[in-house]
């Protein structure tokens, strides 16, 4: 599939989307937003896709939403068009927080890792906080940049950004818009950084070690109960884990980890 503003390969078992805006800063985009969805959507569904690193073209990665989008507000032309669509569909109990324009990200099967290899801003830092990992390349800055521009904590980022910080901090970050660099990020538990030299290949090495040597089965339910707990009480979230545990017994997987144990080799998983 051709893409307009993204770009999507695949190598081995992890797919990266790129967002592909460089002379832009990989500004977002509505082409963007339905391109990048419809590339994760495509990963999903691919067997041989195991995890999804998302980064940019160029020395962004992105500078939050295209100013256009901003203007067609302003001018209040096509201002439908650059806010949020909600689903039409109802949708009752926890599946409802699922339905967000980033938190879909948070029900994808496989994992998600951010790869911030430039300057990060808006809209694009709240797309980085609902993948399961950000890393960051360092001597590079992110802001959350809202409050500068007359608007407020959109996206989920007011419900996310404390959960990853804590409210001291994500009341630092989104009030001032100041710049962070990507070692105060870190030291915040927002990303962790690497080397700004061969960083996306760091970044691969990493995913392509943790699909390898962790059951795909595994990451798939566990990201379900990590997210879900975000909404359920411990009591439900302990019968759901007894759950997956017993179906877990049965599983290919849970054979091949006892069995790559035993005989001291790499294992095999198939995600079975």
Not at 47 to 73: K, N, P, Q
Not at 75 to 85: I, M, N, Q, W
Request: proline residues 3%.
């Amino acid at each position: 599939m051709s893409y307009e503003d993204i770009l999507y390969r695949r190598d081995g078992h992890v797919a990266t989307i790129s967002l592909n805006r460089p002379d832009k800063l990989n500004a977002w985009t509505l082409t963007m937003e339905k391109e990048v969805r419809s590339a994760i959507e495509a990963a999903d569904a691919d067997d041989e896709v195991r995890a999804i690193i998302i980064t940019g073209e160029g020395r962004g990665f992105c500078a939050g939403a295209d100013m256009s989008l901003l203007s067609a507000v302003m001018e209040d032309s096509d201002a439908d068009e650059a806010v949020e669509k909600k689903d039409d569909n109802q949708v009752d109990g926890i599946e409802r927080n699922y339905r967000q324009k980033f938190s879909y990200l948070l029900r994808v099967s496989k994992p998600i890792v951010a790869a911030i290899n430039g300057p990060c801003a808006g809209m694009g830092l709240c797309m980085s906080l609902f993948c399961d990992v950000r890393f960051m390349a360092d001597h590079t800055k992110l802001t959350t940049a809202f409050a500068r521009r007359g608007l407020v904590a959109e996206h989920g980022i007011a419900w996310m950004l404390p959960r990853l910080v804590g409210p001291m901090n994500a009341v630092d970050l989104l009030y001032s818009s100041r710049n962070v660099e990507a070692a105060e990020a870190e030291a915040m538990g927002l990303v962790w950084t690497l080397p700004e030299d061969g960083f996306l290949e760091k970044v691969q090495e990493w995913t392509t070690q943790l699909v390898t040597l962790s059951s795909p089965r595994s990451l798939r339910v566990m990201k379900r109960q990590i997210f879900d707990s975000l909404f359920q009480d411990l009591a439900e979230s302990w019968e759901y884990a007894d759950e997956e545990m017993l179906k877990s017994f049965s599983s290919e997987d849970f054979k091949e980890g006892v069995a790559h144990f035993m005989e001291k080799r790499a294992p095999k998983f198939t995600g079975r």
